[in-house]
């Protein structure tokens, strides 16, 4: 019996659900789009090979902590020898440990993102990956100064730690692991956040910080509509008090294992708290894990989850009903991970050649990546300096302002064609993907390559066989209005 092939399904699997087709993988494609992707959410906690090499964060962090530490033990001393002002050797002196230290924490997130660049060019389960991917945006983390800095250093274990190895799993336990890791405690800057009852907040050492338990019901779990007020921030913010990181400062009540999560009474507010209706008894840390047990679950996270997944897979406004039906499974199967993102594959408007989305830089440098195997531009060697001597790839998500982990607030990059479509933005596509053209000469024959990549459209098959030179034909497939769009 003779196999249907489905190739506008294909296309649809590799590019939209997928990170964008390779040369090849649409017949591998063709004949199960459905399953294609289905088989990949097996694989979806195992860690990329390239990955292998890469510490645990909590020995980067540690040792980040540490050289921290001894930066501004070298500065306190520079701008002490300084003294009298007029000793401008000394200042120079300190300016230059904390010029070192800043370009070293650059290079390790530089050298992570060029780990992450090739997993996303060459892996061989792209919906997976893309899942990874959506799941870290929607818990974003950043870098900023001071002691935040050290989040360069575990950027991309954080992803692996708390994001990949969960989504096998429930939302709870994904939501619980995010929120006691080390890079999510520094980031919303909870490792610092003392209960204004407790022992230490009596001392008046520091006080409440809010910015976790905010971010957790706006971002995080309910979603900016869903029901929850500032006194149920106040409140869930007093419940997670005490969740900080051993080791972040010298304190013995903080030095615990260092890298790691801590949980400190010392620091917890105490008695019992009142949530969203729900009441949770004083008992240390497993306070705060029942209320976020009970957060991933409520009717409203399944909505903001829903609505969040269908507008990412189908269309920046995704009709009604697909939302419906998500919410639908998260609600019936509690959070279910695996369930919910095979609901994703059996959306039929995900599937409609209408409902597109346009690629985010990140998105288009790697279906660039993928489908002009770009690979070799990321060095794979052991010498961990010798990945980034070629950066041609990594200065285009700067130039795009697109650099992962480094979004500008809690609430990740957006996925949305208003907020990257516009007209200066997509001249610099076109900019880059002309230059990336040059880069690679007239080695790549762009007409054999097109129908592997995108959907057959007459006029940009006319366009590539009436250019002067295999050079400009690939310059104008790359920065095709077709290859702007993951459909």
Not at 427 to 443: V, Y
């Amino acid at each position: 019996m003779a196999v249907i092939e489905d190739q506008p399904a294909a296309y649809v699997a590799g590019n939209k659900f997928g990170l964008g087709l390779q040369p090849g993988e649409l017949k591998l494609i063709v004949r199960d789009p459905r399953g294609w992707l289905q088989q990949q959410l097996a694989q979806i906690s195992h860690v990329p090979a390239v990955y292998k090499e890469l510490e645990p964060s909590s020995v980067l962090l540690k040792r980040a902590t540490e050289d921290l530490k001894e930066t501004r033990k070298a500065v306190q001393a520079a701008r002490k020898a300084a003294a009298p002002a007029s000793d401008a050797g000394q200042g120079n002196d300190a300016r230059k440990v904390l010029g070192d230290n800043e370009r070293s924490s650059q290079q390790e997130l530089r050298q992570q993102l060029a780990l992450r660049l090739q997993v996303a060019f060459t892996t061989q389960t792209p919906f997976a990956e893309r899942l990874v991917r959506f799941w870290s945006n929607h818990f974003s983390i950043a870098p900023g100064g001071g002691a935040k800095r050290v989040l360069r250093e575990i950027a991309v274990p954080y992803e692996n730690e708390a994001i990949r190895a969960h989504l096998g799993g429930r939302f709870a336990d994904l939501l619980v692991a995010v929120e006691q890791h080390p890079a999510m405690l520094i980031y919303l800057d909870n490792a610092s956040s003392i209960g204004p009852d407790s022992v230490a907040g009596q001392r008046r050492q520091r006080g409440l910080n809010e910015n976790l338990g905010r971010e957790i019901l706006e971002l995080h779990t309910l979603g900016v509509n869903g029901g929850y007020t500032q006194q149920d921030v106040t409140t869930l913010a007093k419940i997670i008090t005490g969740w900080t990181v051993g080791g972040l400062t010298d304190q013995r009540a903080l030095r615990g294992e260092p890298g790691r999560f801590l949980f400190v009474p010392l620091m917890h507010e105490p008695g019992a708290q009142h949530l969203l209706g729900n009441t949770y008894r004083d008992d240390d840390v497993k306070q705060g894990v029942r209320a976020l047990h009970d957060l991933a679950t409520h009717p409203a996270t399944a909505r903001h989850i829903a609505f969040k997944l269908a507008r990412h897979f189908v269309a920046d406004q995704p009709p009604p009903a697909a939302v419906d039906e998500l919410s639908a499974v998260f609600t019936r199967t509690g959070g279910d991970l695996p369930s919910l993102h095979a609901a994703l594959i059996k959306l039929e408007a995900a599937w409609q050649p209408e409902q597109r989305k346009l690629k985010t830089p990140e998105e288009l440098v790697i279906s660039l990546g993928r489908g002009l195997g770009l690979a070799g531009l990321m060095d794979a060697s052991q010498n961990r300096n010798s990945r980034i001597k070629n950066n041609f790839l990594l200065q285009a998500l700067q130039t795009f302002a697109q650099v992962p982990f480094t979004a500008s607030s809690p609430a990740g990059w957006s996925d949305m064609a208003d907020y990257w479509g516009g007209a200066d933005a997509l001249m610099k596509r076109i900019e880059w993907g002309t230059a990336l053209a040059q880069r690679l000469g007239n080695q790549i024959d762009a007409q054999q390559l097109y129908p592997q990549l995108l959907p057959e459209q007459p006029l940009l098959k006319q366009e590539l066989a009436r250019a002067e030179s295999p050079l400009q034909a690939l310059a104008l497939l790359v920065a095709s209005p077709q290859f702007q769009w993951r459909s």
